[in-house]
């Protein structure tokens, strides 16, 4: 004779006495899967309500602010950028991001790291291109960061010491060894390597401020990301031999008069979207 099967319709108080402990056990375990697999349902018509209202909804896309998920397609190494509500499927499809886009009117857009870091601008107090001095209309329209960065390397031994695996120690060459490529399954290099980062300008750096919400919130998004710290952040900017520009992101105060050799603020990289 077939085992009596619980069900919610059975009258417990008659036949739950005359249930076996295996009985009540199997009826819990199905009870249990049944509400995990409706609450699985649930969820993802609400993930698939929230993107089709995202998509429908030009207000809600305007939450982007002109900021984007961007990343080298793991296949053949051509880049892209979406919105934040759909990188987490890309990521668990194994696709690996670059940072964050940073549209920008009448600039070529830019691209911000996922990860930033506390150090000093360099070991020596020495001017590479001080033509902004502390002229903060022309550090305003200031957007040369990967021309500047560029010939700051140059200048490396000058700058930052003899010993060339020290120099990551200051923030110009920190984020010019930034690196978020990888190989993919076909041994292929994909994503944007060292040496294609640069350490932005006081424009740039603006930039990045006046997104600083929607940038964090595409990277809080990214596997391994890290915020926008709301402190002080170095540009590759010079005001002078001894200083250069740093910007708060905080509040916006800028100053050109942030001491190379012996001040602390955050290094965050950016690169070009090609």
Known sequence: MAEKVLTMEDDWGAKGAQATGAQVQKFLKDQIKSLH???????????????????????????????????HR????????????KWAALEAAGEVADGVLVLIDGQAPIIVSPTGTQLKWSKNAIAVNADTGGDYNKAY????????????????????????????QFAPAWCNAYDRSYINDDGETVGIGAGQWW?????????????????????????????????????????????????????????????????SGYGRAVAAFH
């Open 141 to 168: 329209v200031d957007y040369s960061g990967k021309t500047r960065t560029a010939a700051i390397m140059a200048k490396g031994v000058e700058l930052f010491g003899e010993e060339e695996e020290t120099w990551t």
């Open 74 to 85: 793991k296949s053949d190494n051509w880049p892209l950028a979406v919105p934040y509500w």
């Open 37 to 71: 697999d409706k609450d699985v349902a649930l969820q993802n018509q609400v993930d698939t309500l929230s993107n089709n209202q995202l998509e429908a909804n030009p207000q809600l896309q305007a939450a982007t602010d002109g900021c984007f998920v961007t990343y």
């Open 199 to 263: 350490l932005p300008s006081i424009a740039e750096l603006i930039t990045i401020w006046k997104h600083k919400y929607a940038i964090n919130l595409c990277l809080s998004v990214i596997s391994g990301a890290s915020p926008l710290v709301e402190s002080w952040h170095w540009s590759s900017t010079e005001g002078s031999a001894t200083n250069a520009w740093r910007l708060y992101l905080n509040d916006g105060s800028l100053y050109y008069w942030g001491t190379k050799a012996t001040g």
